[in-house]
């Protein structure tokens, strides 16, 4: 097939040996290695790729590079789909398959076109004006827009592909690989430097690659490759090639997406598609280049209108005449090489306009005439005139420097309309790094002034035009960059053509009554939009921004943000400065979700951590609850089984008979050190210093505000050295406060601590028959009720493994806490469950735990613990120590802990003794009252008591309604529940505390 | 992400850290002696600083020691770092 009407016999940087087909909304094509999607697309003579985000205009290609605001294509089918691309950064493969997007049902026939015709009750912010009633509707209104102004579709799939990340440092970071880029790069590698070198294209070059410059007499290109050559040579370089760098962070870090197999038609085996570098560099050098400026005309969106560098791209680069007959637009010297380039590359140049009343330099003058191409100055652009492509222009002659055009209008017949309105230097990452830029009246543009990070400009970006100049910066700032003294920096070689761009700005043409003209192409903004935010008082650049949504779109603005503020500035009678540009912020261009995520996906989104025993639960047909980052079992269901009678009949085996549950998760702090008990009564509530070794205490931790923190046992295994423990929740938390008040506020204490969490398999062993079980197993100690009292500390060992013994309870039955090395923990987990055997040993999970000790009235961090009660609330009001300095002692004087209304914790059963009491629920005293409803109070743990055979609850209660007996309501507004309650003691079972002592 | 320097281990980058609060609270050494006032403002008030701040960070996935750092909060620049219970008032002693 030969449909490649507009290519080239000869010349570009395509492979013209390997064809490659592809497909375009299904119709298929042919192209050649090298091209864009766009260049291969312009090659078979398809303009229209797109309609736009708000009026559904047809449009077609109007940049070559990451500028483009058009030619968004989706890509790839099924799993792999991926919308919103640049048809002019999509490398072409083999089979590539691509559709337009934003039209409905076809590109050709646009249903939502129509919003072209309704346009003029589609004016700047008209969702904010039409939408606003009644405000209930606005989901309704949403969905309809969503789908009315959209971009392409999101895939459904799970995306197939690997991302990955890596890290690096660098002493130089150059972005950009053009002439000034490959100059700085050059040059900071001689002197010794680490140098990475960033570029989104496949090959290096720049703006080079669409050029005929000549550099010592021989094509650029040349000089390219041998500097490339140069820098693939050294070690100390890093060459990224299509690396996007979007982002400028704190401390010079650069993020760099890295497509490694985008250009692929699947990644290889093993291979990640893309991937995000994230590189702290000691200083970069932006030389990040210059985009071309549109000029702002009627129509001047139409397919064929093309920005004049990227038509000159097209014909060098790639071989494709961009249109049969070309009229160009320009306000400086640039677009007179394009149209000497595009008459080369046989494209009928029929007329170039040129708003400067005084025309091009000499040089460009002749350049056109040796060309034989017609030249008038001092004229514009009024209109751009077809329907679905430019058919031609309508131009007439600039009445002064405003850009109103009177008197006579002339036609020319053209499918090219090239435009040049100056330049803009990418200064994107710039500002990103938090730079300041300046207005540079000369060329009507934003240049990088001083930023607080170690980065430096290089090339067009910092303003230079010339060649010569280009290159020469990228040396000068490379060398400084990598530290090369001057005496020893390259010579900058000679450069044809060597001009300057001598832009005088244009920044809007007008003529009565001739059309859109606009602004953002992407966003669909034009300059009437612009007026008509003026006139509604939107004059700051950021309302202006937020209002039109001028910029906003994935290009970030790149062709429309100068030509929107200077439209504005001239609206307001101020000077561009005055009214400054807005901030660039990351990603500079659009960067897939899978890069940013790599390798945290699914499975392994966060780390799981489990216990030394987890295959003994696993085996044993646990299901399993998560605790941070914890797997824990919740209850071990047998077969046939529900979960709620699991739950009950392991609950009910350790208060009858015995049950072990695995407490690994606990924290555990090894503290050691001369003040160390000094320490830990300056860190807890109450006392430590009369603690007898081989006894453990509990112990509760406040904040400096004076609320309970975080509870826990501590042993004091040593003279000076105790072993703690924290909850599972806190457990991080809490070994950083510590270590905060060990280095921060008593450095003078002796105290040396380190976690030892992981270290430690913990179980406890609980229920009446607790200790027969223990003392079948336990060697090397004395485990009778005399030799390991309660709360009582011993070592022994179990199956030949060392263990520590303590004697305390969380169930309120005889318990005891077995901590041994990490590794035996399998081994002492099964040893006791196998000595227990003939007494009906289970194992529980936490749903049984949980039961046990809301039975007990034992409080938990995060339901009684939250943050909002104090010792007393809790009724541990004796444990607090009178004498001596702790955390959050001062504060126990605020009045508001002595205010007689405060929360005391509680117990609650039904009335009728078998209602659960709703989770979370409000106490209230009256159940059927109007609102505003006194709160007394609130549910903080509920569960069924297997054991007592009701439901009961938990609960923090006023103190003046919280005495024994007292009937109150629990209810609930989401469940829509109310309970009849009566308040009773916290501790439903064994209060007086025989049973752990036994 | 900032690049901080701990003063044991060197150039590190933030995500190793946890931020601290403001490193120029001191506890009163006798909360007793002290109004409550000044316990009020030594528990709940903090300076909200437009320029160089100093602040404690935990060098949490690191070497787990606690640091003083002087950190500009306009431009980010951190000029230096210090082991904390030391400090620059330590340091200058």
């Known amino acids: 097939m030969s449909g490649q009407v507009n290519r080239l016999e000869a010349g570009g940087l395509i492979d013209r040996s390997r064809p490659l087909e592809f497909s375009f909304d299904g119709r298929a094509y042919t192209g050649y290695a090298g091209d864009t999607l766009a260049s291969a697309l312009l090659a078979n003579d398809v303009r229209l790729l797109g309609r736009s985000f708000k009026y559904h205009r047809p449009r077609g290609i109007f940049g070559a590079g990451s500028e483009e605001p058009n030619a968004l294509v989706q890509l790839r089918s099924g799993s792999r789909h991926e919308p919103n691309l640049r048809a002019t950064q999509v490398e072409l493969y083999p089979g590539l398959e691509a559709r337009s997007q934003n039209r409905w049902p076809s590109l050709a026939f646009d249903v939502g076109a129509v919003n072209n015709l309704v346009s003029r009750f589609l004016p700047a912010g008209f969702y904010y004006k039409t939408f606003m009633w009644p405000p209930s509707w606005w989901m309704r209104y949403e969905q309809g827009i969503r789908r009315a102004a959209g971009l392409g579709d999101p895939a459904l799939e799970a995306d197939p592909d690997r991302y990955d990340k890596r890290y690096a440092h660098c002493d130089v970071l150059v972005v950009g690989a053009g002439a000034s880029g490959l100059a700085a790069a050059k040059s900071a590698a001689r002197g010794g430097s680490r140098v990475f070198l960033a570029d989104e294209h496949p090959r290096l070059g720049g703006g080079l690659l669409g050029e005929r410059a000549r550099i010592d007499g021989a094509p650029a290109l040349d000089w390219v490759a041998s500097v490339e050559a140069e820098l693939e040579d050294r070690d100390n370089v890093r060459l990224l090639r299509r690396s996007s760098v979007f982002g400028y962070y704190d401390h010079n870090l650069i993020a760099i997406a890295e497509r490694r197999a985008d250009h692929l038609p699947v990644p290889g085996p093993k291979q990640s598609r893309q991937r995000l570098w994230l590189v702290r560099a000691q200083r970069v050098v932006l030389a990040t280049g210059a985009i071309e400026r549109p000029l702002v005309f009627a129509a001047n969106d139409l397919p064929g209108v093309m920005l004049a560098s990227a038509a000159r791209s097209y014909v060098n680069q790639f071989a494709v005449r961009p249109g049969r007959r070309a009229v160009v637009f320009t306000n400086n010297d640039s677009a007179y090489t394009a149209a000497a380039d595009l008459r080369d590359g046989g494209v009928d140049v029929a007329l170039v306009l040129d708003s400067r009343p005084e025309g091009p330099a000499a040089s460009q003058r002749r350049l056109l005439e040796e060309a034989g191409i017609e030249c008038l100055t001092g004229h514009a652009v009024t209109k751009a005139l077809g329907r679905g492509g430019v058919h031609g222009v309508e131009y007439g002659p600039l009445q002064n420097g405003d850009g109103t055009v009177a008197g006579m209008l002339h036609r020319a017949e053209c499918d090219l309309l090239c435009v040049s309105g100056g330049w803009n230097p990418t200064v994107h990452l710039f500002s990103q790094s938090r730079g300041s830029l300046r207005y540079d009246p000369k060329r009507g543009a934003f240049l990088p002034a001083s930023s607080p990070q170690a980065v430096s400009a290089a090339g067009a970006v910092a303003g230079a035009e010339r060649l010569s100049e280009c290159i020469a910066s990228g040396l000068e700032q490379g060398a400084a960059a990598g530290g090369v003294a001057a005496g020893e920096r390259a010579k900058v070689p000679d450069c044809e053509p060597d001009t300057e761009a001598a832009t005088k700005p244009l920044w809007s043409v007008s003529v009565a009554s001739a059309g859109k003209r606009f602004v953002d192409l992407q966003n669909d903004v034009t300059a009437e939009d612009i007026a008509l935010a003026v006139r509604e008082s939107y004059r700051s650049v950021e309302h202006l921004k937020r209002y039109t949504t001028l910029g906003m779109g994935t290009d970030q603005g790149r062709t429309s943000n100068v030509n929107g503020l200077a439209i504005l500035a001239g609206l307001r009678g101020d000077e561009i400065p005055k009214v400054g540009t807005t901030t660039f912020r990351p990603p500079y261009t659009p960067v897939t979700l899978g890069t940013l995520a790599g390798r945290e996906v699914g499975a392994d989104f966060a780390p799981v951590r489990y216990t030394p025993m987890h295959s003994f639960h696993e085996a044993a047909g646990a299901s399993f609850t998560t605790a941070g980052q914890w797997l824990r079992p919740e209850c071990y269901r047998r077969p046939g089984e529900s979960f709620i009678d699991a739950v009950n009949r392991e609950a009910k085996a350790v208060r009858e008979g015995v049950g072990l549950v695995d407490v690994s998760t606990l924290g555990k702090i090894d503290l050691q050190g001369r003040d160390v008990a000094a320490f830990l009564e300056r860190v807890y509530c109450n006392r430590w210093a009369n603690l007898k070794v081989g006894r453990c205490r509990y112990g509760i931790m406040l904040r400096e505000d004076g609320f309970a923190f975080d509870d826990g046992t501590t042993t004091r295994i040593g003279e000076h050295r105790f072993y703690l423990t924290t909850t599972t929740a806190r457990a991080a938390q809490v070994m950083s406060h510590l270590e905060y008040y060990a280095q921060v506020v008593w450095p003078e204490m002796e105290v040396f601590m380190t976690s030892v969490s992981d270290q430690w398999a913990s179980m406890a062993l609980a229920g009446p028959r607790s200790r027969d079980v223990l003392s079948r197993v336990v060697e090397g100690c004395d485990a009778s009720n005399d030799g390991l009292p309660h709360l009582g500390y011993a070592e022994g060992t179990v199956v030949g493994a060392p263990v520590r013994l303590f004697r305390m309870t969380f169930s309120g039955e005889l318990a005891y806490e077995i901590h041994t090395p990490a590794d035996y923990g399998l081994a002492v987990w099964q040893a006791l469950l196998d000595a227990g055997k003939d007494l009906a040993i289970v194992p529980y999970g936490t749903e049984a735990m949980t039961v046990l000790r809301i039975e007990k009235g034992h409080v938990v961090v995060g339901a009684e613990i939250d943050g909002r009660t104090t010792v007393e609330d809790l009724g541990f009001g004796r444990m607090l120590r009178q004498e001596g300095d702790y955390v959050g002692k001062r504060s126990l004087e605020r009045p508001a802990f002595r205010d007689p209304n405060r929360p005391k914790l509680v117990g609650l059963v039904p009335s009728d003794g078998q209602t659960r009491i709703p989770r979370g629920a409000q106490i209230v005293a009256d159940p059927s009252p109007s609102p505003p409803v006194p709160m007394l109070g609130h549910v903080s743990s509920q569960t069924y008591s297997p054991n007592l055979e009701t439901p009961i609850a938990l609960a923090l209660v006023q103190a003046p309604y919280a005495e024994l007996g007292r009937e109150l309501y629990a209810a609930s507004p989401l469940q829509e529940q109310t309970v009849k309650v009566v308040v009773s003691h916290p501790v439903f079972i064994d209060p007086e505390g025989h049973r752990p002592r036994g | ?93």
Not at chain 2, 4 to 18: K, N, V
Not at chain 2, 45 to 56: S, V
Request: glycine letters at 10%.
């Open chain 2, 1 to 93: 992400m900032l690049n901080i320097r701990c003063p044991w281990c060197g150039d590190r980058a933030q995500i190793e850290f946890s931020y601290g609060g403001d490193g120029s609270v001191q506890r009163p050494r006798d909360p007793e002696g002290v109004s409550s006032e000044e316990w009020f403002e030594f528990v709940y008030l903090r300076e909200n600083a437009k320029g160089p701040h100093l602040e404690l960070w935990h060098h949490s996935a690191g070497c787990r020691r606690w640091l003083l750092v002087r950190r500009d909060t306009v431009s980010h620049e951190i000029d230096d770092t210090w082991p904390a219970g030391v400090g620059p008032e330590g340091a200058a002693e």
